[in-house]
């Protein structure tokens, strides 16, 4: 019974953690900010904030259907 629950517990952890990375890397990238300094600006941030402004720059973004290129001024 035991080993089931330090399964399952093992299972979350690691999948929060890649859900995590995932929000953070989708975060970097939306906000066009360079890669080398994202993890200066966006240090701190917990995935409820990281999920909200994520958000926030999707309501920004034209609705158009086609995701802007990095760097682009469009």
């Known amino acids: ?6 399964l399952a517990l ?6 929060f953690s890649v859900a995590e990375t995932l929000m953070t ?3 970097w ?3 066009g900010v ?10 701190s941030v917990r995935m409820a904030n990281a999920r909200d402004s994520i958000r ?3 309501d ?3 609705r158009g ?3 802007r290129q990095r760097g682009s001024r469009e």
């Not at 093992?10 to 999948?15: K, M, N, S, T, Y």
């Not at 360079?34 to 240090?43: G, L, R």
Request: charged letters at 15%; one cysteine or more.
């Open 34 to 43: 360079k890669i080398e300094v994202a993890p200066a600006v966006f240090n």
């Open 25 to 27: 890397n989708l975060l």
């Open 60 to 62: 920004m973004e034209p």
């Open 29 to 31: 990238f939306l906000s």
């Open 1 to 6: 019974m035991y080993s089931r629950y330090c």
């Open 10 to 15: 093992g299972r979350f952890v690691h999948l």
């Open 65 to 67: 259907g086609a995701v």
């Open 56 to 58: 926030r720059i999707l």
